[in-house]
């Protein structure tokens, strides 16, 4: 199966600043088929990403992504109080899906 | 809107069964793969299972494979996760989602599998 590895574990900011998370497959993602999720306390995983780069209907444009291949990034451009939560990569290219460990993106 | 509830979590004694449900409501149910994924206390997320619309394709993640079961009935809207043999290792959130084989679009709110004496 294929392997995502997430990296920092912890991303440590403040409001304004700007996010880069990452996410590195073990091997070639099919098709870019790699999603992104947020995942908030209490609640389950929302889709922000899907198809490496397409951005979920309510989720706004500070978010982006992008990648290919094995490597993977999200951005969030501007962080608003909101965006602190887990986010997690997902890869749907081959089977079986596998999910990344998560980045938890804290205030700093 | 889509709507997964899943019910059934509870707290099982080591070795024990447990029949997770979802009922899902908003959708052509039968149009859809749909997939068991779980999140233990604290941890990340873990695929489980995917069944597709038919019923005709099932798989399953190697850690759970010949203890849990998936089913659905397209008349009931409903899918089902049956659990055998649980430990320690399985007790998590349930989430009950769209999807299997790509993204996925819907989850539900999860139901709480507890193991323990």
């Known amino acids: 199966e294929i392997v995502l590895t997430q990296s920092p574990g912890t991303l440590s900011l403040s409001s304004g600043e700007r996010a880069t998370l990452f996410c590195r497959a073990s091997?070639?993602?099919?098709?870019?088929?790699l999603a992104w999720y947020q995942q908030k306390p209490g609640q389950p995983p929302r889709l922000l990403i899907s198809?490496?780069?397409s951005r979920a209907t309510g989720f706004p444009d500070r978010f982006s992504a992008s990648g290919s291949g094995t490597d993977f990034t999200l951005t969030i451009s501007r962080l608003e109080p909101e965006d602190f939560a887990v986010y997690y990569c997902?890869?749907?290219?081959?089977?079986?899906?596998?999910f990344g460990q998560g980045t938890r993106l804290e205030i700093k | 809107q889509v709507q997964l509830v899943e019910s059934g979590g509870g707290l099982v004694k080591p070795g024990g069964s447990l029949r997770v449900s979802c009922a899902a409501s908003?959708?052509?149910?039968?149009?859809?793969?749909m997939s068991w994924i779980r999140q233990a206390p604290g941890k990340g997320l873990e695929w489980l299972s995917c069944?597709?619309?038919?019923?005709?394709?099932?798989s399953y993640a190697d850690s759970v494979k010949g203890r849990f079961s998936i089913s659905r009935d397209n008349a009931k809207n409903s899918l089902y996760l049956q659990m055998d043999s649980l430990g320690a290792e399985d007790a998590a959130v349930y989430y009950c989602a769209t999807g299997g084989n790509r993204y996925i679009e819907h989850w539900g709110q999860g139901t709480l599998v507890t193991v323990s004496s």
């Open positions: 091997q070639s993602v099919s098709n870019n088929n």
């Open positions: 997902q890869q749907y290219g081959t089977s079986p899906i596998t």
């Open positions: 198809g490496a780069s």
């Open positions: 908003g959708l052509t149910f039968n149009d859809y793969y």
């Open positions: 069944i597709s619309g038919s019923s005709g394709t099932k």
